[in-house]
């Protein structure tokens, strides 16, 4: 198994990444942020209303994902409906999470700006490696989708192949009529 199909199957990779980024924005939050009370509430507003944005997005791609036509994606979800659904699971739950946790983050930031810090990374990192999962899951749709229209069905007869016999029979027919 390929690193890239790990991390595409374990979505626990998303969150250990976040956990740990978060703790250790947390711990160094003191030293590494100096800025105003005001400015850190605005970015974490940001990272919200950018964490709605990016689960409007990913709903869009899933709802895609699983309406495909395509005879391709109908095999996709049929044999990898569990790593399907873990996936979108792990995707929506995690946009919303990230736009929930500045929200609580902004109560703490007054009495404990280290959480407030951390929760606010570890916001960003989740909605970042969602947003990358629902990118790989978009594409991987969109090129399922152009191979099974460029992929020729075996049992429909391309017009451009098909011989007139039928016709070649009735001008006979009618020639022998005619005389």
Same mark, same amino acid.
């Given at each position: 198994?390929?690193?890239r199909?790990?991390?595409?199957t374990?979505?626990?990779f998303?969150?250990?990444?976040?956990i740990?980024?978060?703790?250790?924005?947390?711990?160094?939050g003191n030293?590494v942020f100096?800025?105003?009370?005001?400015?850190?509430?605005? !970015?974490?507003?940001?990272?919200?209303?950018?964490s709605?944005?990016?689960?409007?997005?990913?709903?869009f791609?899933c709802?895609?994902?699983?309406?495909?036509?395509?005879?391709?994606?109908?095999i996709?979800?049929?044999?990898?409906?569990?790593?399907?659904?873990?996936?979108w699971?792990? !995707?929506?739950?995690?946009?919303?999470?990230?736009a929930?946790?500045?929200?609580?983050a902004?109560?703490?930031?007054h009495?404990?700006s280290?959480v407030?810090?951390?929760?606010?990374?570890?916001s960003?990192?989740?909605?970042?490696?969602s947003?990358?999962?629902?990118?790989y899951?978009l594409?991987?749709?969109l090129?399922?989708?152009?191979?099974?229209?460029?992929?020729?069905?075996p049992y429909?007869v391309?017009?451009?192949t098909?011989t007139?016999?039928?016709n070649n029979?009735?001008?006979?027919?009618?020639?022998?009529?005619?005389?």
């Amino acid at each position: 198994m390929s690193l890239r199909d790990f991390i595409a199957t374990n979505t626990s990779f998303d969150q250990s990444i976040s956990i740990i980024t978060g703790i250790a924005a947390g711990v160094a939050g003191n030293v590494v942020f100096s800025g105003s009370v005001e400015s850190a509430v605005a !970015i974490l507003q940001g990272i919200s209303a950018l964490s709605g944005l990016v689960l409007a997005a990913a709903t869009f791609v899933c709802t895609m994902t699983y309406s495909s036509p395509s005879k391709y994606m109908k095999i996709v979800r049929s044999q990898f409906s569990t790593v399907l659904q873990r996936n979108w699971f792990a !995707i929506l739950g995690s946009c919303l999470i990230a736009a929930l946790l500045p929200l609580l983050a902004i109560l703490f930031i007054h009495e404990a700006s280290e959480v407030a810090i951390g929760l606010g990374t570890y916001s960003v990192i989740i909605l970042v490696c969602s947003f990358l999962r629902a990118m790989y899951w978009l594409k991987t749709t969109l090129f399922m989708d152009l191979q099974s229209d460029l992929t020729p069905n075996p049992y429909i007869v391309q017009p451009s192949t098909v011989t007139s016999h039928s016709n070649n029979a009735e001008d006979h027919t009618r020639s022998r009529v005619a005389a």
